[in-house]
Structures are given as C-alpha cells and as structure tokens.
C-alpha cells in the first residue's frame, strides 16, 4: 500500500512495516487495518505582535507524525515529538508540535489562505488531520465612519453611525454613553446593528450624552470620536384660548386672546 510520506533528505529515513496483501486486497495475516485516530486537531490561530504561534497535534494507532504547511513538508528537525502516556484511559497516543512564525505567513504567495495539518502513519495506512488555518492579526487605527452629533426629539429613533477599522480577526464593536458600557443585551432601548451603528429606538431625555463606538480584537482597541445626543421635547403651541372682555363700553377697544 502506497504512503503520502516526505521521503527527502530533510525527514528520517522511515517507512512503517507493510503488510502483505493477498490477490483479493485483504491482508494475508487476517487482522483487521488499524490507522490512526487524531484525538487533538491543530488549532486555528492568529500571530500577534509578532509572536510566532505554536501547533500541536495528538493521535492514537500512531508509529510516527509530521506536519504538512501549504502542501509542503515541514522539516523534521523542526518538530517536538513525543509519546504519552494517558493515564486516564491508559492509551499511548503520539504527540507533535511546530512553530509557525509571521515570516513564514508573509512569504507564504498562494490563493488561500496559510495553513497547516498533521499526517500520521501506521502500519496500516495514514490519516489526515484538519487544516488550521494561521493569520497575522491586526487592527487599523482609523475608523471608516464616525458618529455625528445630533438632537432627537422625545420618543424618536436615532441612529448612530459607526464603521469600526479594518482588521483580522473582524473587531467587536461596543459602545459607551458617558464613559459607561452600554449593555445592549439588557438594556432593550439600545441595538447595534451589524455594521457596528448604534439605534436609539425611542429617545428618553436620560439618553441625553456623550457616545463612543469602540472596536476590539485580540490586537488592540480603538475609539472613535465622541457625538453628543440631546434629547429635546417638541414646543407645539397651544389652542387659542377665548376672546377676553373688550376692555371699552364705547368707542375704541381691546380684546385679547392666548396661547403658550
């Protein structure tokens, strides 16, 4: 049976027993194929600040494990291999972990993104892990909208622009009235909206104040510009009220009449 194995000067010269194979496909010792089992994928990951990220993987039924990065073999000397013990289940399984730095990432020229995956060998045949996918992680400082002040008339909707800053992972967005977290999940008066604006849905005269959009990932956080919202009661003018007394028996007089 063939084997996806990195046979070149930079891995060890190993290849796992095979087994004979009869005409029929089976194998002649009659045991049934045993290949390996991954029990601990390699983890997505993100490189921040230059910081090179580490990925590990685990399986069981395992004689030996490399990584493989963008279809390429990772060399061996840069592997930490090991064999544990599970002393809960009282298995063997057969560890490996590498190093991935920005370096690597950058230089890497291809249509998706860099990733790695571990392949594990037995006797039998060998598995695949998944891919995990390994991004430089960033955050730019400027805000592609920010909130504008505004005044919103009592029991009125009003919406607060916001396009956080471009950046890997996507940024959460959350905002702040006077400094203080808005908790939108409980406070029912306040949504974000997907882009990252804020909705005021009915406008009370404590909604009055200072409010920033702030945008965060694993990198760093970012404010936007402040926009004062004033709540204000519409002054509608009054009925007329009825004519006064003409204040005249005779000749010329004045009659009045009001409203506020």
């Given at each position: 049976?063939p084997?996806?194995?990195?046979?070149?000067?930079?891995?060890?010269?190993?290849?796992?027993?095979?087994?004979?194979?009869?005409?029929?496909?089976?194998?002649?010792d009659?045991?049934?194929?045993?290949?390996?089992?991954?029990?601990?994928?390699?983890?997505?990951?993100?490189?921040?600040?230059?910081?090179?990220?580490?990925?590990?993987?685990?399986?069981?039924?395992?004689?030996?494990?490399y990584?493989?990065?963008?279809?390429?073999?990772?060399?061996?000397?840069?592997?930490?291999?090991?064999?544990?013990?599970?002393?809960?289940?009282?298995?063997?399984?057969?560890?490996?972990?590498?190093?991935?730095?920005?370096?690597?990432?950058?230089?890497?020229?291809?249509?998706?993104?860099?990733?790695?995956?571990?392949?594990?060998?037995?006797?039998?045949?060998?598995?695949?892990?998944?891919?995990?996918?390994?991004?430089?992680?960033?955050?730019?400082?400027?805000?592609?909208?920010?909130?504008?002040?505004?005044?919103?008339?009592?029991?009125?909707?009003?919406?607060?622009?916001?396009?956080?800053?471009?950046?890997?992972?996507?940024?959460?967005?959350?905002?702040?009235?006077?400094?203080?977290?808005?908790?939108?999940?409980?406070?029912?008066?306040?949504?974000?909206?997907?882009?990252?604006?804020?909705i005021?849905?009915?406008?009370?005269?404590?909604?009055?104040?200072?409010?920033?959009?702030?945008?965060?990932?694993?990198?760093?956080?970012?404010?936007?510009?402040?926009?004062?919202?004033?709540?204000?009661?519409n002054?509608?003018?009054?009925?007329w009220?009825?004519?006064?007394?003409?204040?005249?028996?005779?000749?010329?007089?004045?009659?009045?009449?009001?409203?506020?």
């Open positions: 049976m084997w996806d194995f990195p046979f070149d000067v930079a891995f060890p010269h190993f290849m796992p027993a095979q087994r004979q194979v009869s005409s029929d496909g089976s194998y002649l009659g045991r049934e194929p045993v290949l390996p089992t991954f029990i601990e994928d390699p983890a997505e990951s993100y490189i921040v600040r230059n910081e090179p990220v580490d990925l590990a993987c685990k399986a069981v039924d395992a004689v030996q494990m990584f493989k990065c963008n279809d390429e073999w990772v060399m061996a000397k840069l592997h930490s291999q090991s064999d544990v013990l599970d002393t809960g289940t009282g298995q063997y399984f057969k560890a490996a972990t590498i190093s991935v730095t920005k370096a690597n990432v950058d230089e890497y020229v291809g249509d998706d993104d860099y990733w790695c995956q571990c392949v594990a060998w037995s006797q039998d045949g060998q598995t695949n892990s998944k891919k995990a996918y390994i991004r430089v992680a960033y955050l730019r400082k400027l805000f592609l909208r920010e909130p504008l002040s505004t005044q919103v008339e009592l029991d009125a909707a009003v919406e607060l622009q916001c396009r956080p800053p471009d950046g890997m992972p996507v940024p959460e967005v959350t905002w702040t009235k006077d400094e203080e977290y808005i908790d939108v999940e409980n406070e029912i008066n306040f949504m974000i909206t997907h882009e990252g604006s804020l005021i849905q009915q406008a009370r005269l404590v909604d009055t104040g200072n409010y920033t959009c702030n945008a965060q990932n694993i990198v760093s956080r970012r404010k936007s510009t402040t926009a004062s919202v004033t709540v204000y009661v002054g509608y003018w009054s009925a009220s009825s004519w006064s007394e003409c204040n005249s028996d005779c000749g010329r007089g004045v009659q009045q009449r009001t409203r506020s």
